[in-house]
């Protein structure tokens, strides 16, 4: 079964798309975290940076090129922003297709909470 964001590169349910090529799409997360919470996905469905293969190199990098386009565009590429991908259960992982969240637009903070190790 196709993921949900394969349904909104799709078009078959509706995303805020900020930025689309031929390997990867990006749309605005639906539950903001930051100012800026866009997701980087791939256009074809890798469930998990653990199904990754050497034949995806392309579409990773140009994941980075999108991120870096995108923030310009946002106008947070000069104060910064946080590049995260989650994977699998201990990573928080809840959609089961590759992606890099883009958050920026205030202050992010230290990456973790030191609540424990
Ligand atoms: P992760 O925990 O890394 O798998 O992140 C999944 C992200 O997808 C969360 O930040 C959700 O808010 C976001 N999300 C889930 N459904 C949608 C949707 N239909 N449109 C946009 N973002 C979504």
Known sequence: MASIFSKIIAGEIPGDIVYRDDLVTAFRDINPQAPTH??????????????????????????????????????????????IVNCGQHGHQEVLHVHMHLMGGRPLGPMLYRTSR
Do not use: C, H, W
């Not at 469930?47 to 995108?70: C, H, K, W, Y």
């Open 38 to 83: 866009i997701l980087i996905v791939p256009n074809k469905e890798i469930p998990s940076v653990n199904d990754v293969t050497a034949a995806d190199e392309a579409v990773l990098g140009r994941m980075f090129l999108a991120a870096q386009q995108i923030a310009a565009q946002e106008g947070i590429a000069d104060n910064g922003y946080r590049l």
